[in-house]
Structure formats: structure tokens, C-alpha cells
């Protein structure tokens, strides 16, 4: 009913720049927020950024200043600015929605993933 397209990933040196976009397709009547996790291997996936629908935004600790979390409009695209790449930034970076309310509103609101794009850090 609902698909999380993201886009953007690859492989950049440290210090460059990179910018992730994640496209929500389907019956969606409202997102409540918009975020970014990623899962290097062997880890836990982790929170990146959340961007609510009002726009208030949320960073993990190892990305402030360097990350950027946007959206155009409440429902989608979201993206992600990320600048100053750190190898340590290498990973799988999902898209997630959350409690999204279908024009169906008789079905529960849920969460909902995308299926990841690469980022590699390397020189």
C-alpha cells in the first residue's frame, strides 16, 4: 500500500558530500514524521535524523553539523544533506515513515521501511 524509494547513495571520499532523497509512494493521507537510520555491518541499525510534519528535526549526536534532514511538503520527498563524510559513516541508510495514515482511515496508522541504499566512505 505504501513504498519508501530512496536514492542518492554511492561511494565518496572522506570529506565529501553526498544527498540521499526518499520518495513515499501510495494511498497516504498523512505522515507524522520522516526519518533516516542506517546499519553498518555487524551493528545495530541506529537513528540518523527525524523530521516531523511541523518540521521540528532530531540528530543523532555524530551527525550534528554535518547532516542535514529536509522535507518539500508534510507527506514527502525527504532528504538527507550529508557533508564532511567520515568512513565511519559507511553504511546501509534506510528511509522510514512513521504512523503513516492511509486515505483508508479505517486501517490502523503505521510505520513503514524503505529497502536501503550503500553509502561508502572511502579514498
Known amino acids: 500500500q505504501v513504498q519508501l524509494v530512496e536514492s542518492g547513495g554511492g561511494l565518496v571520499q572522506p570529506g565529501g558530500s553526498l544527498r540521499l532523497s526518499c520518495a513515499a509512494s501510495?494511498?497516504?493521507?498523512?505522515?507524522?514524521?520522516m526519518g533516516w537510520y542506517r546499519q553498518a555491518p555487524g551493528k545495530q541499525r541506529e537513528l540518523v535524523a527525524t523530521?516531523?510534519?511541523?518540521?521540528?528535526?532530531n540528530y543523532a549526536h555524530s551527525v550534528k553539523g554535518r547532516f542535514t534532514i529536509s522535507r518539500d511538503n508534510a507527506k514527502n520527498p525527504v532528504y538527507l544533506q550529508m557533508n564532511n563524510l567520515r568512513h565511519e559513516d559507511t553504511a546501509v541508510y534506510y528511509c522510514?515513515?512513521?504512523?503513516?495514515?492511509?486515505?483508508?482511515?479505517?486501517?490502523?496508522?503505521?510505520?513503514?521501511w524503505g529497502q536501503g541504499t550503500q553509502v561508502t566512505v572511502s579514498s
Open positions: 522510514r515513515a512513521d504512523r503513516v495514515k492511509l486515505t483508508n482511515l479505517l486501517l490502523p496508522p503505521r510505520d513503514y
Open positions: 501510495g494511498s497516504i493521507f498523512s505522515i507524522n514524521a
Open positions: 523530521i516531523t510534519s511541523g518540521g521540528s528535526t
